[in-house]
């Protein structure tokens, strides 16, 4: 160190700190900024080992046009598998078993309907007049005829012969019941007639009912 009189020369002093001050580590003034870098890079880490460990769900997909359901399944694999809703009856068959859906339908309706004017018949004080009964049991007679009369026209697949005589014979079995509760309301009887061929009606057409899905399982519907 360069000296004057005996003690340093001013300048010499100033470019000695100048080298320590820059020798000196200059701390970060902010520390805190590196640390909500490293908390979203700890979360993506443990969101990525996580999502890792659960298993593979299979993805479904359900298509609804008109009367088809088609259902879509992806399974884990990636494979899929397509399930068509549609039937795969022939016309014939198809167009059989409306038929006597609609029958069926029918059936069910003058079932409730004859019940409903025998019941209100019997009713204390009574609900239905002598004339109102007749011309209700009368139109439930009409209606079971015509109703056999479609059952007798339908084309009948060769398969589900057997089952189309047992709906025939219910039928027809409803349709005579409905004669005898009217005959038995018109007659001098105590009311035991009419109301037993009204409960043989709701039998038939629960037996017809029920003839009727046996007829769809022999299809395959």
């Not at 020798?23 to 979203?40: C, E, F, Q």
């Not at 659960?54 to 046009?65: C, D, H, W």
């Not at 069926?104 to 079932?111: A, G, M, P, R, T």
């Not at 039928?171 to 009887?189: K, M, N």
Request: hydrophobic letters at 35%.
């Amino acid at each position: 160190m360069a000296k004057q009189g005996g003690c340093p020369v001013p300048g010499t002093v100033r470019g000695l700190a100048i080298v320590f001050r820059a020798m000196a580590v200059n701390p970060d003034p902010k520390p805190g900024r590196w640390i909500l870098p490293l908390v979203i890079l700890g979360m993506i880490a443990f969101t990525y080992f996580f999502v890792r460990e659960l298993p593979e769900a299979s993805t479904e997909t359900t298509l609804i046009s008109g009367d088809d359901t088609t259902t879509t399944t992806t399974p884990a694999d990636g494979s899929t598998s397509t399930t068509d809703g549609s039937s795969d009856l022939d016309p014939e068959t198809q167009a059989y078993l409306d038929e006597i859906d609609a029958i069926n339908n029918e059936l069910q309706v003058q079932s409730g309907e004859l019940t409903a004017a025998n019941t209100g018949f019997d009713a204390d004080p009574r609900e239905v007049t002598f004339d109102e009964a007749v011309a209700r049991f009368q139109g439930v007679i009409d209606a079971t005829t015509t109703l056999n009369e479609r059952l007798n026209s339908a084309t009948v697949p060769a398969a589900l012969e057997t089952n189309h005589a047992n709906l025939q014979t219910t039928l027809s079995l409803a349709e005579d019941a409905a004669r005898e509760a009217l005959s038995g309301l018109q007659s001098t009887d105590d009311g035991s007639l009419r109301r037993s061929a009204v409960e043989t009606y709701a039998t038939a057409a629960t037996d017809f009912d029920t003839e009727v899905t046996n007829t769809r399982n022999a299809a395959g519907a």
